[in-house]
């Protein structure tokens, strides 16, 4: 994020306050848009270049996997590496297969589980999500991002108290993570607790400033008042 900010941001801010310093004010509007425009258009080839370099990526660890896969047809490995690389190209479908055939392979993977609950996630089969992250869970009592998308997916169904006893497992085993918080003060939300939301959403502030969390703890301290 730093990085960022020094590369784009940085950049606009100075030439917005060089200008208007030393130029009219006529001129200061116009380069200072110019500016601003550049700074979109650097950011938007920055995004696309990294979009270009993850798919070369995938594409190339794809190709390797299929190649292991050929040499070795139980290498579970393999499989789940292309599985990872085909999530993401957002081939959902094909992670989910390739996932399937690791597990087939290796009864207890619990990686390929959770890896296959996000891709039945993205497709849209959240009931069959939730068992494969039980499966990992069950393997793994400690996967603690299990935990935190079992709940996410129970609260889809509404299932909110069920969601926030997901999310607490998550917090005690990993209470550096604001996507656990976030969760969990959007379902207590839900369920009316405006103290506990608002405890939840300034961890998430505390954690990572994130803007959506300073919005959420608003609404929810003036809905308390």
Do not use: W
């Not at 380069?31 to 995004?47: H, P, W």
């Not at 990294?50 to 292991?68: C, D, G, L, V």
């Amino acid at each position: 994020m730093y990085k960022l900010l020094l590369t784009f941001i940085a950049p606009a801010i100075l030439t917005c306050i060089l200008t208007k310093l030393f130029l009219s004010d006529h001129y200061y509007s116009q380069l200072g848009f110019v500016a601003v425009i550049t700074t979109l258009s650097c950011y938007l080839d920055y995004l696309f270049d990294k979009n270009r370099k993850e798919i070369r990526k995938a594409k190339s660890i794809i190709a390797k996997s299929s190649k292991a896969i050929y040499l070795n047809p139980n290498d579970a490995t393999a499989y789940y590496r292309r599985g990872l690389a085909n999530f993401v190209l957002k081939n959902y479908a094909e992670a989910k297969q390739d996932y399937s055939r690791a597990i087939n392979i290796n009864h207890d993977y619990a990686d390929a589980y959770y890896q296959r609950g996000l891709a039945k996630s993205m497709l849209e089969n959240l009931e069959d999500a939730i068992r494969d992250y039980n499966r990992a869970i069950n393997i793994n009592s400690d996967y603690a991002d299990a935990y935190y998308r079992r709940g996410l997916a129970k609260s889809m169904f509404a299932n909110y108290a069920e969601a926030i006893r997901d999310y607490n497992r998550a917090t005690e085993l990993n209470p550096k993570n604001a996507d656990y918080y976030k969760g969990r003060g959007l379902c207590k939300v839900k369920l009316r607790d405006k103290a506990g939301a608002i405890e939840d959403f300034s961890k998430v502030v505390a954690l990572t400033g994130d803007a959506a969390a300073y919005y959420c703890r608003g609404n929810a301290k003036h809905e308390l008042q």
